[in-house]
């Protein structure tokens, strides 16, 4: 099916390393978002995308967090300095309309471990 | 800023059962509302959205959910649950035309046979 992938779908890592994990949104849709969950929390927003350029990015934690979607279409997002508390399920969803009101459509998550 | 609250972190209920599962949120203007859904091992999917118009909205599954504006809440009801209901279930809120979905913290929905 085309729907939203998302890769590694596992990452495990030591602390001070750099990860990247990426997303690949359903074709033709605008927006893409990144969340992270972490156990036993709901989806906590990081960025969200209208085509190319970050309209939102107010949910990064800290400049160690970047994220990128340089032609409007797949989506990477970068983590320095990984540190253990960065340990989580990161999400990505895309939208077909902008404003919030459009459904998202979810990928299964990239899992990353911290040691 | 926008927030959602989902009070009860678990319900269990027997099959065959209504439910209730309860959000409130906190909002200065106008808001979209959603209930999304996650299956075990499975990614979030959307069940059901207000936008405006009638209080009440139906999705999926013979979910529904009510609009209360002066309760600033959005509860999720079905009337009879099966087993395969058994999943998280996520509150989330949009305020009118800004982008952000902000989720609740979920409630893990245990359907008992």
């Known amino acids: 099916g085309a729907g939203v992938s998302q890769t590694p779908s596992n990452k495990v890592t030591e602390k001070g390393k750099y990860v990247e994990l990426r997303c690949d949104p359903i074709?033709?849709?605008?927006?893409l978002y990144w969340y992270r969950q972490s156990l036993g929390q709901g989806p906590e927003f990081l960025i969200y995308f209208q085509g190319t350029g970050a309209a939102d990015d107010s949910g990064l934690p800290n400049d160690r967090f970047f994220a990128v979607r340089p032609e409007g279409s797949v989506s990477t997002l970068k983590i320095q300095r990984t540190e253990r508390g960065d340990s989580a399920v990161y999400l990505c969803?895309?939208?077909?309309?902008?404003?919030?009101?459009?459904?998202?459509?979810f990928g299964e998550g990239s899992r990353l471990t911290v040691l | 800023a926008q927030s959602v609250t989902q009070l009860d972190s678990q319900v269990p209920v027997f099959e065959e059962a209504p439910v209730e599962l309860r959000c409130n949120y906190s909002?200065?203007?106008?808001?979209?509302l959603f209930w999304y859904v996650q299956y075990p091992n499975q990614g979030l999917q959307l069940l059901l959205k207000y936008l405006s118009g009638s209080t009440l909205v139906k999705g999926i599954n013979g979910f529904e959910a009510e609009f209360n504006k002066s309760q600033t809440s959005f509860h999720l009801r079905k009337p009879s649950v099966h087993i395969s209901d058994t999943a998280e279930y996520f509150c989330a809120v949009s305020e009118g035309g800004y982008q952000k979905v902000t989720f609740g913290t979920g409630t893990k929905l245990q359907v008992i046979p």
């Open positions: 909002s200065s203007v106008s808001v979209y």
């Open positions: 969803a895309s939208s077909p309309t902008s404003g919030g009101i459009g459904e998202l459509f």
């Open positions: 074709s033709g849709h605008t927006a």
